[in-house]
């Protein structure tokens, strides 16, 4: 369907006998309105990227193209920003069309599987950096594509079976660099699309390339004018470096240096202003504390706001805040577009913008059933449903530790009293940057834990978490393992002392760097925790791999691993899940904690799902939770025969 948000007229665009023609579960557009991508095939591969294969519908004539050959595999689809050219990319090269009806033109021919990589990023940059499939950037009116080369030629793999059905299981190989190896090497070329064979590299700049580096961000500003952001391998040195096009080379114009304490993430992108020299980029104050800050000429202006969109067309920025947004061409005073909408019902929001902003449609994350004045969907059926339900009530504060104050959020079973006591679930991640308590509206495992077990869950944001300042944030720098851990156990303790809870039914757990740090904190021998499950742990950080999140935290402590405290997982049950097609935290770490455990003659509960990778999707995703129920219920619910 296609809405008009002045008019309110809408209409059908494509039937789903379209669809069904081609089996299409997906679609894209083109931008001139023309034609239509329609996506079938999906085949997942790792956390982002997948391939598919694409039928191109002509709107005007009501039939697919039968001329156009798209490989039936491809890695990556993608139209232009205006008319309906396109890029794909197969068998990692590059393809470009002029038009839907054109032949295709290959633009690089070195292409190949886990050497060579042209517009669809390595295993490291899809999840460590770009957090995304895709590696080709069009230019504002689609006259140049930019794309990035990985070359993986050096990086050293990792193995892993997969069982499947055969008589033989096949061996999955992938590029994956830990402590001390090679890391992939980026460069960034840019093609004229209207001479394909015109291509020129967007070189390093000399106090990057002499290295080891990360091509971290890309941003078009004209069509002769692009900003990429690079990081050293050690992400203490982010430069983002301004390009001008004269035709033959792309020269160095204007340079952005800074030098983080610690770099947990990749760096925000810039948005460019209607000038197109100055620029608004989120970076920390002199106080820690993420801000928008107006870049030109070198020089930085500090707002008090952090941006979330920039109109295309008209001399306006919009802003974001937490929950309420500012728009102004000037410095005047904000004005607030969502203070007033549902405000006790929407405390975790985000916009999404139109191309010339325009418009926005405001994403309400919760704490309740939201309804919004164009109602797309309503919720009415399950607010009502849940009526029947006894749901649990959320309380939300903070903690004083470490002389901080920090937020913590605890679901509370129905009709709950103080005067009783209840056992308690720690749901942890505690990883670098990461947040656990907030304002988003959830139902998961914990809403029926609550409801139905009658088990108190609270999650605590310790220090190394996110959104609460740099300082905070930064508290774990080369000390992984150490603070966010102690902060875990602290704060249960003050849990204990608010009265209500029973200090012999307390577990924790956690996925992924929650599984590393309920294991971590089960391993701290503190007494404090009875039980703990961790789902796909680290288990050493040398097995993980090394890139922005990890790099800079080589010199952590030696006690900073499961393995080393195997010992002292003998006061609490341990339940250790894994799948073993994790192209992520590899089944390598689960298998040494295994080891280590047996060693050290400490009896505990392990579950392997076959095949799975990372998130454990599929029937495992149901099994899972199942299992881990039942483990909660002999440790927390029912009590133990003496």
Known sequence: MLHNAETGDFFEYISNNTFEQVYATDYIISADRKYICFESNYSKQ????????????????????????????????????????????????????PNATAEAIQVTHNGKENQILNGAPDWVYEEEVFSSNEAIWWSPTGKYLAYAEFNDTGVHTIEYSLYGNGQYPSTVVVPYPKAGSTNPKAKLFV?????????????????????DHYLSSVTWVTDERIAVQWTKRKQNHVLLQIYDFDGNNWNKNQVLVTSPQTLWYVPLQPMFAEDHISFYKVMSDTYGYKHLHRVKDVSILFLKVIVSSKSKSSNQILFVTYTWVVIGSSHSAPQCLTCGLYKDRCQYNSAYFSYDASYYRMDCYGHCFVLELLVLRDNKDLEEMLKEFQMPTMQRGTLRVAGFDLWYQMMLPPNFQK??????????????????????????WGSYLSSTEGIIVASFDGRGSGYQGDEIMHSIYQRLGTFEVEDQITATRKFIDMGFIDKERIAIWGWSYGGYVTSMALGAGSGVFKCGIAVAPVAKWEYYAVTVSTHKQLSIPQNSTVTSR?????????????????????????????????????????????????????????????????????????????
């Not at 004229?192 to 064979?197: A, K, L, V």
């Not at 005067?419 to 998961?444: E, M």
């Open 419 to 444: 005067n009783k006591k209840y056992p308690l679930l720690i749901d942890v991640y505690g990883g670098p940057c990461s947040q656990k308590a907030d304002y988003r509206y959830r139902l998961n």
């Open 46 to 97: 790792w956390r982002h990227s997948f391939t598919a294969s694409y039928s191109i519908y002509d709107y005007d004539s009501s039939t697919f193209l039968k001329s156009v050959n798209i490989p039936q595999v491809v890695q990556y689809f993608a139209w232009a920003p205006t008319g309906n050219k396109l890029a794909y990319v197969w068998n990692y090269n590059i393809y470009l069309k």
């Open 566 to 642: 195997a010992k002292n997982f003998k006061s609490a049950d341990y339940l250790l899940v894994h799948g073993t097609a994790d192209d992520n935290v590899h089944f390598q770490q689960s298998a040494q904690i295994s080891k280590a455990l047996v060693v050290q003659q400490v009896d505990f509960e392990a579950m392997w799902y076959t095949d799975r990778d990372h998130g454990l999707g599929g029937p495992a995703y149901h099994h899972l939770y199942t299992h881990m129920s039942q483990f909660l219920q002999k440790c927390l619910v029912k009590p133990k025969s003496i």
């Open 191 to 211: 093609v004229d699309t209207i001479n394909p064979s015109r291509r020129t590299q967007v070189v390093v700049p000399d106090s990057i390339g002499a290295g």
